[in-house]
């Protein structure tokens, strides 16, 4: 093997452990979006996963349960959207911008 390609190997390797590094610190960092003027919050993980609901009492009608789910849905999609981009942004920190497919 070349020294060159030896190079880009241990480079490549490299880059993929600081890649599971970043993966394992975004499990601990959560974004947060919340609907309705606050009435209903969501917490996410840099993972992608729902980490809190909170709906406030008073959004509650059980006449109008169908405005609850639109609200969920609203908060939890923002908060994934959140998270996604914020994941991004951290493994462009390593990656230099470089968009490698099936990472996020």
């Known amino acids: 093997m070349s020294k060159g ?3 880009i190997m241990k480079q490549a390797q490299m880059m993929q ?3 599971m590094n970043v993966q394992k610190e975004l499990e601990n960092k ?5 609907s309705g003027g606050g009435m209903v919050t969501v917490t996410v993980n840099g993972k992608q996963q729902v ?3 909170k709906v406030e009492p008073t ?3 059980p006449e109008d349960t169908e405005m609850l789910e639109d609200l969920i849905v609203a908060a939890v999609n923002e908060a994934l959207k959140k998270s996604q981009e914020m994941a991004q942004e951290e493994m462009a920190k390593i990656t230099g911008g470089l968009n490698i ?3 996020f």
């Open 5 to 7: 390609l030896g190079n």
């Open 30 to 34: 959560e974004v947060e979006a919340s």
């Open 51 to 53: 980490v809190s609901l």
């Open 17 to 19: 452990q600081k890649m």
């Open 101 to 103: 497919p099936g990472m």
């Open 59 to 61: 959004v509650v009608d």
